[in-house]
């Protein structure tokens, strides 16, 4: 009996232990390397429902790019998969559909969600794929653009989401700067992919040389769509023509007409960060807050990957409240020279996670050495801490999703001799990596 009880002992013991090594390992911090070779720029990341995460990368962009071209590359985008713990699952090179990888998601299937452009059919120029989770793609579909016009430059002019009805809504915005047309769009899939609704909304088709900045939606808790635009009217030239907005459009649960339109006027020198809705479904975007003239020497171009960003010394949070629709700005300072923010998400702690990139010059002729910068608010705004990840190379900040004990980040790696690789980090709750 003794000998029983010891051995029982003995088991929990090991169990416990290996518990507690399981533990520690899902906890620990990590950096991979995404090897697909030089030249590729890290994208979105996803933490699936196992605790796992996808990093996509999309190779360097063609340099003819322009208003009638798609984004278009020589190779393939990458979607890799790793574990909690940091180790490669599966690695695949995307189907021409979404030759240019811009998002993912899981749907409630299991499956995962991929959307992306086309490389170089104009005809129909955003694509969507369906894969399973061991990443073999099981159907696919691609359709024309707003306005049958490629983005002007990578600020996120495609999202989705996956409705509570189970069907995928996606929304896209696009302009012809000829003709100074502006317009969002919403089309509505089932998950075979079929077409159920295709809108158009036309919120500024007046001013002259309006570029779609960013576009994303969301499904409100009474089935009503948010479809949230950010665009601008820049001449960097010229600061007296240089307007920066925002538009929030509420659309019928049923009939998808507009139920409201609200629009925002923002600083003349804001580059907008991804927008959210907030638990008390507020909207939250962050910005830098550059010079008080746009100009060459405030704008951060990343032309191998069509990036546009405004940087400076200041970082502000917008928040529009919606029920009243009054709007809140915070300020947010005391990091190296000059920063851009990417990304906003709001934490389990109620408080705010923004990511971005510091240690700009604002003169672009001299050499920047870029760092990860983390910024973590309290539930008031207030700020909680600031860090700058090590990756021991200078690091640009594309994404960054919560896990259960600290964040994903990805980020891409530039030498000095322009080869560039994308990072996926796995930092503690503090944003260290140990």
Request: proline fraction near 3%; charged fraction near 15%; charge should be negative.
């Amino acid at each position: 009996m003794k000998k029983l009880i010891y051995f029982i002992s003995l088991a929990a013991l090991i169990l416990s232990c290996q518990k507690e090594e399981e533990n520690k390992s899902s906890s620990a911090t990590w950096l991979k390397v995404m090897d697909c070779g030089d030249d590729f720029f890290a994208r979105d990341i996803l933490e699936l429902r196992d605790g796992s995460v996808l990093m996509g990368a999309v190779p360097e962009l063609k340099l003819n790019f322009n208003e009638s071209t798609n984004p278009s590359s020589l190779k393939a985008s990458q979607l890799a998969k790793y574990s909690d713990k940091g180790q490669l699952e599966w690695q695949i090179s995307l189907p021409e559909t979404v030759h240019v990888l811009w998002h993912t998601l899981e749907l409630n299937n299991g499956n995962i969600a991929i959307l992306g452009f086309n490389s170089d059919d104009n005809s129909k120029q955003i694509g969507i794929v369906i894969i399973n989770p061991e990443g073999r793609v099981l159907k696919e579909k691609s359709y024309y653009n707003v306005t049958n016009q490629a983005p002007w430059y990578s600020l996120n002019p495609v999202n989705f989401i996956e409705l509570a009805s189970g069907n995928i809504a996606i929304a896209s915005s696009s302009s012809n700067i000829t003709n100074a047309y502006l317009a969002t769009r919403l089309v509505i899939l089932d998950q075979d992919l079929n077409l159920l609704v295709d809108r158009s909304y036309i919120p500024n088709a007046s001013a002259s040389i309006n570029y779609p900045g960013q576009i994303s939606l969301a499904e409100d808790l009474n089935g009503e769509i948010i479809l949230h635009g950010l665009h601008l009217r820049l001449n960097i030239l010229s600061s007296s023509d240089s307007t920066h907005n925002s538009f929030s459009i509420r659309l019928s649960a049923t009939t998808y007409n507009v139920i409201s339109f609200d629009y925002f006027q923002l600083s003349p020198s804001a580059s907008p960060s991804e927008v959210i809705l907030n638990t008390n479904r507020d909207l939250i975007w962050a910005s830098a807050i550059g010079n008080a003239n746009d100009s060459l020497q405030n704008l951060w171009f990343n032309q191998r990957n069509q990036e546009l960003y405004i940087v400076g010394s200041q970082i502000a949070l917008t928040r529009i409240e919606k029920a009243s629709g009054a709007g809140q700005q915070l300020y947010f300072g005391a990091y190296p020279k000059n920063a851009f923010i990417t990304k906003v998400i709001q934490t389990s702690d109620g408080g705010y996670l923004l990511l971005g990139t510091c240690n700009i010059n604002s003169n672009l002729q001299l050499n920047s050495q870029y760092q990860i910068m983390l910024i973590k608010l309290k539930t008031d705004f207030t700020l909680d801490w600031m860090r700058f990840p090590q990756t021991n190379s200078q690091s640009i900040a594309r994404d960054v999703t919560e896990t259960e004990n600290g964040y994903f980040l990805s980020a891409t790696h530039l030498s000095l001799g322009q080869r560039s690789r994308p990072l996926l980090l796995k930092t503690n709750k503090q944003g260290f990596i140990n």
